[in-house]
């Protein structure tokens, strides 16, 4: 009996030990190590060297909001899953694809589709997140599903509706004329007077041919990039006047209706449902306001004004007259990050900028490759 007492306790010394260790292994590396960081001055050219608190400043069943937007200030949209087994590649862009606005002057709004729980159960996750909450120019919004099969649709049409998801005080007239710019998770800006809004224009955006919506000829028009205030945003999207202006998962789901929202894969039923939406909501404000000569639409030569990762320079590349660039797949891979890297250097060349980088991207890899 005193023999499997004496096991049974040092068992529990061993799983109390084990434990202890665990605890101190998570401390020092998602705390400590997001401090040092900070504390360092890395953050500089492209990057932030203004830190907050992680606190949410908003809360709800549906949605958490870390960050407030500025009064008058530029910002990009874009989103992302935490779901599907492209997760990290998009994942691991986002703090990059901030630094890339920010270099032009922009701040970043960037909407994050999936169960707060993966923060824990994927270190990646934990990563990316404490790496975007802690920056000034960045306002993150989580909005909170479980549902796999829901969140790719979720996180894009989500771009469309961002003057409505995003809290901010509605009493500050100022607010309204913030101007947001849909974007993507993976595009790199570069050149900044192409993606604001010209003088005595209230909307801009791209034209790729016409389309069939709803016995209407419509300009199809992407995503990347339409961009207007905010209080020309919520005229825009409330043109059926059918509906308000979805706030929530639920209200989106709602406005769409359910078949947008079920396993939506590339190139199949409901993946081009935004910009499907956007293209008749334009159509129809510019019928309902005759203001067609407040819109300003562009065209663009994407083989002569885009670096794309289907043809990537296999050296340094110029970004002299380019728009953007969409970067590789998976750039946390070593072999992929040498390649991304050389467009980073270009853009932000000062040696804080790059180490930063170097360091983001080696972390990334051995996270995703240790779950």
């Known amino acids: 009996m005193q023999h499997k007492f004496v096991v049974i306790l040092a068992i529990l010394v061993i799983l109390i030990f084990q434990l202890t260790l665990t605890y101190y292994y998570y401390y020092y590396y998602y705390i400590n190590e997001f401090r040092y960081i900070d504390r360092s001055g890395m953050y500089h050219c492209c990057y932030l060297d203004s830190v907050r608190n992680r606190v949410p400043v908003i809360e709800s069943q549906e949605l958490v909001q870390y960050g407030r937007l500025k009064p008058g200030r530029n910002y990009a949209i874009f989103s992302a899953s935490l779901y599907g087994s492209e997760a990290a590649s998009y994942g691991f862009d986002l703090p990059l694809t901030a630094m890339a606005w920010k270099r032009i002057g922009f701040g970043s709004v960037l ?56 809290r901010y005080n509605t009493s500050d007239v100022r607010i309204q004329d913030t101007y947001l710019l849909t974007a993507d998770a993976d595009i790199w800006p570069i050149a900044k007077d192409f993606l604001v809004l010209p003088p005595g224009k209230d909307i801009i955006h791209g034209d790729i041919g016409n389309r069939r919506v709803d016995n209407l000829d419509v300009i199809h028009v992407p995503l990347s990039y339409v961009g207007m205030r905010i209080r020309t945003w919520r005229s825009v999207m409330t043109q059926s006047g059918l509906v308000p202006m979805p706030s929530t998962i639920s209200e989106m789901v709602a406005y769409f209706g359910d078949k947008y929202f079920l396993n939506v894969t590339y190139d199949g039923p409901g993946w081009y449902s935004d910009q499907i939406m956007i293209s008749l909501r334009l159509h129809q404000w510019k019928q309902a306001n005759g203001q067609s000569g407040a819109v300003h639409v562009y065209r663009r030569r994407f083989e002569e004004d885009r670096i794309d990762r289907a043809n990537w320079p296999r050296f340094q590349p110029r970004i002299e007259g380019v728009v953007d660039s969409h970067v590789l797949h998976h750039g946390y891979h070593p072999q992929e990050w040498l390649r991304l890297r050389q467009l980073l250097t270009k ?24 779950f």
Request: hydrophobic share 45%; aromatic share 10%; proline share 5%.
């Open 347 to 370: 853009m932000c060349p000062d040696y804080d900028s790059v180490k930063w980088f170097d360091q983001y991207a080696d972390q990334f890899n051995k996270l995703v490759a240790s």
């Open 111 to 166: 909407i994050i589709v999936g169960d707060p729980r993966l923060r824990v159960r994927h270190p990646w996750v934990r990563y990316l997140m404490d790496a975007l909450v802690d920056k000034e120019n960045i306002v993150v919004v989580v909005l909170k599903t479980a549902s796999p099969s829901q969140a790719t649709s979720i996180s894009q049409v989500s771009r469309l509706f961002a003057a409505s998801l995003l």
